[in-house]
C-alpha cells in the first residue's frame, strides 16, 4: 500500500503514519518528493486493516498496489478452474451452452423447452422457479412446485439444472434439486446467502451486478471460495449504463479482464445483457469470439405468452439457427462443442 | 399503454394484438398513422400482464403511460406520510438528523458518540451490528452484541435507534432491539428481506440501490407497502456514476423527484453520499435546502480508528459546528430543527 | 407523437394541447383512460416544432413514437450503405481493418508501421497529425507536417489514409492529404465541425461520443447526411461507465443495434475501446463476431516510446498474430477479409 | 509518480524502467515488497513525459501522485479568484444569478425578459444566438442578429451577457458583442475553441461535460488558463447517468470537490441539469446551501412557445418567487444578493 500525504502535512503527521503501520507490522519506505511526501508499506497484511490510514490527519489518500482478493486470483492459482456438473465441464476446451425458458410456468413448457434446446445442442437447462421480480404484483414463480418440474425435465432429459435462489432460508431446498446454484445480479452482495450457498458445496453461477465493478464481482466470489466451496462460475450478465436502446449494457470487457485477473471460468447472458432478441445472435457470437466458456439463453416455445421475459427470449427454432452460427465461431476460437443429442422421446 | 407496432406489422398482426388486449379486458384505442399504427389500450389493469404483448409478432415496444407504483405514490396518497419513532416524527415540518458511529465497535464508543451526537442535536441514533462488507476478510459487525450496545446507548440517552439488516433470518432479532429497521442499498431488491421487514410493522429505512432509479426505489418500497407496512423512509445514499472524486454521487434531484411522486419522507445521506467526510457538511446542508426530511450521518469519535468507513466520518466537534449551519438553513427553508437536548451523564 | 396529460389536467387544457396540435397540422386521437387522457397526434411533421409542447399547462409528459433520424436510418434506405476508399469498399462482404499509430511522429515510424500493417492485412492506415489531449502540455500531433508524412507513408505502401481533423478551419487542409476524415469522440456533437466535414465529400469515420447515445449518434450522422455527404461510416470506441478495470466499455451491443436501425457501416476501435493492448485481440474477435463492417487498431514498433497511448497500441508481430484470428472468425461469420498482399520495399 | 511493476517482472526490466525514470531526470526510490516491485520516481515532471512508461515490459500499471492541472489547482493560487463583470465581482461573497431565455427569438422576447429577471434581481443576462441542437432539423439560433438583440437587451437594462460560441471562426464575432463567452457541455473538449477563447481576454463561463470528471474539466480550464485567459467560471450542468426521471442528473458534489481543488468560481445550472422546471427552484437551493457562487437560470414569458427548451425554462413569475427562497438561503450560509434594482422602462 502507499500513503499520499497531503501537500501541507507536518512531520509529525507524517511520523504518526509511519509508526501506525510500523504498529501493524510493515516495512517503511519514505520518499519525500518535491510536493508530496509517500509512504509505501511492505508486508503481507490484509488490505481491510489498513483502510482507515486514510482517516489520519495530513494523509491525502491511499494507493492499494494489491488486488484485494486473493483466492480468485490467478496469482494465487495460475491454471483455469474446470467446474464439473455431471459430464459437462465448464470452464474446459468446450464451449458450453445452457438455455430454457426465464420461469418455470408448467410442466409442458419446461419439458417441451428442454427437449428443444437439447435438440439443438444445449448442455444444461435454465429455468427460474423463483423470480426476483421489480414489482411485487408481478409473477413470482412457482417455487418448489418449480423445482419440481424441473426435476422432471431433467429425468426426461439428462439435463442438469440451474436454477436461480434467492434467499438463505431457500438454499438448502433449491440445493436438493438444482445441479447449478444461481445467484442472480442483484444478489451479487447479499453476503449472507453467498455464505449460506458455500456451504452446500454444489456448483454456483455467480451473477455479475449491474454496478458493480469486475473487482468486486470477484470480492463476491472471494467470499463463496473463502467459505470453502470452489465450484464457483462467473456471469456477465450486462451493466447500467445510460444507453437504452439496450436494456442493459452487456460488458463483453469482462470477459478478457476476468481471464486475466482470476482462474474462474466465465458466462456470457445476452438475455438480459440486451433485453432484446434481435440482438442475442450477434451477441452471443461475439461472447464466444472474445473466449467465454459459455452462454446462457433465455429460450421459451412462445416467448409472447411466456409469464417473465418474453421480450429476450428466442424461439427454439431462432435457438436452433443460433447453434449452428456458433459451432463455426467455436471452431474459430479453438472452442469445441458438444454435437447436439439425440433426445428421449 | 400503448403499443408502438413495427412500420411493416401486418394488418393480421394488428388485430392479433387488438385481440389480445381485449381479451386481458381493455378498450381499444387504434391510431393508424403515416408510419406506424399506435394501438391504446384503456382499462385499470396492472401493467404485469401486459408485459409480454411486446413479444409479439410486428409489435415495436410498449410504452407504458401510468407509473407501476401504487401505493408508493402519491396519486394514491395526495398528503405526505409521517412516520412516528418515540416522539420523532419524520416527514413533519421537523428536519430531522440521524447521527451516529458507522459500525458498532464498543460499549465506550457507542455510548461516548451517542451523547455527543444527542448534546450536537441528533434525534435518532445509527449503528451497525450488522455490516456488509465487500471483503470476507473485513470487519462483519458484532453482531447481537451490538444489537445489546445499542439498547445501552438508547438507554443512557433516550435516542432511538435505526440499525441494518442484511438478511431475513435476523429480521425478528433485530426488530426486538431496532426501533427503525435498515434496509442497506445492496439489499434495495432483496425482495424476501423486504417481504420479511413488512411483516414486522416496524418503520423501515430503505435506501436507495446503487444502480436504481428513483422508480425502482419506489418499486422496492411497494413490496413493504403492499406487506402492510406504511411505515417507510426512503433514503438517497448515492448512485454510481463515472465519477472518481467522490466515492459516489449523491442524488440530489432525487429530492425533488421523490418529492413529487411520493408521499413518502426522503433522508439524506452525504456520509455514504460522497465518501469524503470534507465533502460532507456541503452536501447536508444543500440536501436540506432541496426540501429533504432529515440526515443520516456518520460520526466517530476517533475516525481514524474506526473499523469501517474512517474517512467518510466527521468527528463529534465537526458534527456539532455542522448542526449550526444546518439550523441556518432549515429556517431558511421553513424547516424546524429541535433544540439541543441536555444528555444524561 | 403521443402527450400524456395529467391526472388532473382540465379539459379546458385537454383541448389547449389539441387545438396546438391541430395548428401544426396533426389529426388528433383523443383516448380518455381512466386515469389519464392521452391525445394523439397523427401526421408527418418533424418533431423539432413540437417539442415544447411539453411545456403546456396540463402536459406530463410526450413520447415520441418515431425515431428522431431521417436519413441515417433504415426506414429511408432498406439496403446497406458502402463507402468506397481507394479499392476498399467498408460496408460489403469484407470485414475491412484498418491499422497504424496513435500519433504521426516521425517519417520513420509512420513509413515502418505502415509497411507492417499492410504486410499483416491491414487496408487502410490510421494515424493522428492532430491531436485532442486532455492535458495542454500534452504532445499535441505534428500537424501539416504530420499529414506530408502519412502521404508518404500511402506512397509507400498504397494504403487509403484516415486521419483526424479537429477544427473547422483544419477541413479544408486536412481533406488534401486525407482519404477519410476522422471525427474524434469528443468532437461527435461540433455542429459546426459535422456541417463542415460534409461540405467536402469526402468519407467520414464518425466516432461515438462518450456520454452519446446509439440514438444521438445517428442524430450527429444525420448532420453530415443532410449537408449533403452520404459517406459516413460509423465508429464505437468505447463509452464512460463505472467500471475501471478497462479506460473506457467497449460496447459491441452497438453492433447489432446500429445495423437494425441504420445502413451506415459500423466500425469498432478495440484500442480506445478498452485502452490496454491485452484486451485488443478478445475485442476484436468478438466485434468481428458480432457483425461490425470492420476495425481501427493502433499499432507502434515501439509502444513503450510512444508520445501517444502506448499502453494500448500492438507491435506489429502482436497485430499480425491478431490478423490471424480475425481471418478464422470473419470466415466463420461469412466475411471475407483480404489476403495480405505484398509491401513494395 | 509510481511505477507497479508485474508481479513475475524481472530485475532486467526493473532496472530498464528506472532507467528511463532516471534519464528523465527523476530521482528514483525502489521498494521491493513482497508480492511486487514498486518504483517511486521523484521530481517535477510534466506528467505527459512519463505516460508510456506503463507500455514497458513488467510494468503492471502507473499511480499518479499529482493532479495534472496546474494554474486551476488550489496549490498554485490558494486564495479564490474574483472574475469581474461590469459591476459583477463572481467569486466574491455575493451569490450571482444569471438569467434569461434558452434561445434568442424576438426583439421583444429578450428585453421581456431581461427587464423581468432584473426586477427580479438577476445581475447577468444569458441568452443564445448560436444553438447547439441534436438535430440539424431543430432551430439553430438567429445567428448574429441574435448577437444584436442581446446588445439591445443589455442597452435597456445595464445586464452584461453571457452567450454561447460554438466554434473557433465565431469566436471574434461573438467576443464583440458578449461580455462572457459561454463553452457548453458538448465543447468542453473542444481545445481549438478553448484556444481562441483564450485569446480573447473576455471572462469565460466553461460548461462540464456531460461525461467529464472534474478533473478533466479543470483541464480544461488549464487550456484557457495556460492561453493566458485567467477569467475562468465553471459550471456544472448536470452528467449523464443511468436515470431517466431527470433529463441529466445535477452533480452538485462538484460545488465543494471544485472548492477543494480549485480556485475558480463555479456557477450551477439547474435548468439544464434536471431538464425540468419543477425541480428547479430545490436544486438552485440546494446549490447556494452547498456554496456555489452562483446560478444560471432559464427563463422565458411563455415556455410552452419557447423554440428551445420550453420545459425546463421558468416563467418570470416563477423566477422571482425563486428569488425570494434563494436571498433567505444566501443568508443562511452568509451569501449576500443584490437588491433587485429598479428597471429603466
Given at each position: 500500500?502507499?500513503?499520499?500525504?497531503?501537500?501541507?502535512?507536518?512531520?509529525?503527521?507524517?511520523?504518526?503514519?509511519?509508526?501506525?503501520?510500523?504498529?501493524?507490522?510493515?516495512?517503511?519506505?519514505?520518499?519525500?518528493?518535491?510536493?508530496?511526501?509517500?509512504?509505501?508499506?511492505?508486508?503481507?497484511?490484509?488490505?481491510?486493516?489498513?483502510?482507515?490510514?486514510?482517516?489520519?490527519?495530513?494523509?491525502?489518500?491511499?494507493?492499494?498496489?494489491?488486488?484485494?482478493?486473493?483466492?480468485?486470483?490467478?496469482?494465487?492459482?495460475?491454471?483455469?478452474?474446470?467446474?464439473?456438473?455431471?459430464?459437462?465441464?465448464?470452464?474446459?476446451?468446450?464451449?458450453?451452452?445452457?438455455?430454457?425458458?426465464?420461469?418455470?410456468?408448467?410442466?409442458?413448457?419446461?419439458?417441451?423447452?428442454?427437449?428443444?434446446?437439447?435438440?439443438?445442442?444445449?448442455?444444461?437447462?435454465?429455468?427460474?422457479?423463483?423470480?426476483?421480480?421489480?414489482?411485487?404484483?408481478?409473477?413470482?414463480?412457482?417455487?418448489?412446485?418449480?423445482?419440481?418440474?424441473?426435476?422432471?425435465?431433467?429425468?426426461?432429459?439428462?439435463?442438469?439444472?440451474?436454477?436461480?435462489?434467492?434467499?438463505?432460508?431457500?438454499?438448502?431446498?433449491?440445493?436438493?434439486?438444482?445441479?447449478?446454484?444461481?445467484?442472480?445480479?442483484?444478489?451479487?452482495?447479499?453476503?449472507?446467502?453467498?455464505?449460506?450457498?458455500?456451504?452446500?458445496?454444489?456448483?454456483?453461477?455467480?451473477?455479475?451486478?449491474?454496478?458493480?465493478?469486475?473487482?468486486?464481482?470477484?470480492?463476491?466470489?472471494?467470499?463463496?471460495?473463502?467459505?470453502?466451496?470452489?465450484?464457483?462460475?462467473?456471469?456477465?450478465?450486462?451493466?447500467?449504463?445510460?444507453?437504452?436502446?439496450t436494456r442493459n449494457t452487456?460488458?463483453?470487457?469482462?470477459?478478457?479482464?476476468?481471464?486475466?485477473?482470476?482462474?474462474?471460468?466465465?458466462?456470457?447472458?445476452?438475455?438480459?445483457?440486451?433485453?432484446?432478441?434481435?440482438?442475442?445472435?450477434?451477441?452471443?457470437?461475439?461472447?464466444?469470439?472474445?473466449?467465454?466458456?459459455?452462454?446462457?439463453?433465455?429460450?421459451?416455445?412462445?416467448?409472447?405468452?411466456?409469464?417473465?421475459?418474453?421480450?429476450?427470449?428466442?424461439?427454439?427454432?431462432?435457438?436452433?439457427?443460433?447453434?449452428?452460427e456458433l459451432a463455426a465461431?467455436?471452431?474459430?476460437?479453438?472452442?469445441?462443442?458438444?454435437?447436439?443429442?439425440?433426445?428421449?422421446?
Open positions: 500500500m502507499i500513503v499520499v500525504m497531503k501537500k501541507d502535512a507536518t512531520p509529525r503527521q507524517i511520523e504518526d503514519v509511519a509508526a501506525r503501520l510500523r504498529h501493524f507490522g510493515f516495512d517503511i519506505h519514505l520518499s519525500a518528493g518535491v510536493e508530496r511526501t509517500v509512504i509505501g508499506a511492505i508486508g503481507d497484511k490484509k488490505p481491510a486493516v489498513l483502510e482507515n490510514i486514510e482517516a489520519m490527519p495530513g494523509v491525502e489518500r491511499i494507493v492499494p498496489i494489491l488486488h484485494p482478493f486473493k483466492l480468485a486470483g490467478r496469482e494465487f492459482k495460475p491454471e483455469p478452474t474446470v467446474v464439473q456438473v455431471g459430464d459437462v465441464r465448464v470452464g474446459s476446451d468446450e464451449f458450453v451452452v445452457m438455455a430454457g425458458p426465464c420461469a418455470v410456468e408448467s410442466e409442458e413448457q419446461v419439458v417441451e423447452t428442454a427437449r428443444q434446446v437439447k435438440a439443438a445442442g444445449a448442455r444444461i437447462l435454465r429455468g427460474g422457479a423463483y423470480k426476483p421480480r421489480t414489482s411485487p404484483y408481478s409473477f413470482q414463480g412457482l417455487a418448489e412446485e418449480g423445482l419440481k418440474l424441473l426435476r422432471l425435465a431433467r429425468e426426461e432429459t439428462g439435463l442438469p439444472i440451474v436454477t436461480e435462489v434467492l434467499s438463505p432460508k431457500d438454499v438448502e431446498l433449491v440445493a436438493e434439486y438444482a445441479d447449478i446454484l444461481q445467484i442472480g445480479a442483484r444478489n451479487m452482495q447479499n453476503f449472507s446467502l453467498l455464505r449460506e450457498v458455500a456451504v452446500t458445496r454444489k456448483p454456483v453461477l455467480l451473477k455479475r451486478g449491474l454496478a458493480n465493478t469486475v473487482e468486486e464481482w470477484l470480492m463476491a466470489a472471494e467470499y463463496i471460495l473463502s467459505g470453502g466451496n470452489y465450484q464457483v462460475m462467473l456471469c456477465e450478465r450486462g451493466i447500467r449504463t445510460f444507453e437504452t436502446a452487456l460488458d463483453l470487457n469482462a470477459v478478457p479482464v476476468v481471464k486475466e485477473l482470476s482462474h474462474l471460468p466465465i458466462i456470457v447472458d445476452p438475455s438480459h445483457g440486451t433485453g432484446k432478441r434481435q440482438y442475442v445472435p450477434a451477441m452471443s457470437r461475439a461472447a464466444c469470439a472474445a473466449g467465454a466458456d459459455g452462454l446462457i439463453i433465455e429460450v421459451h416455445p412462445r416467448p409472447e405468452e411466456a409469464l417473465s421475459d418474453g421480450p429476450q427470449s428466442l424461439t427454439p427454432a431462432q435457438f436452433s439457427q443460433l447453434m449452428q465461431v467455436a471452431a474459430a476460437v479453438g472452442r469445441r462443442m458438444a454435437s447436439p443429442a439425440p433426445v428421449k422421446w
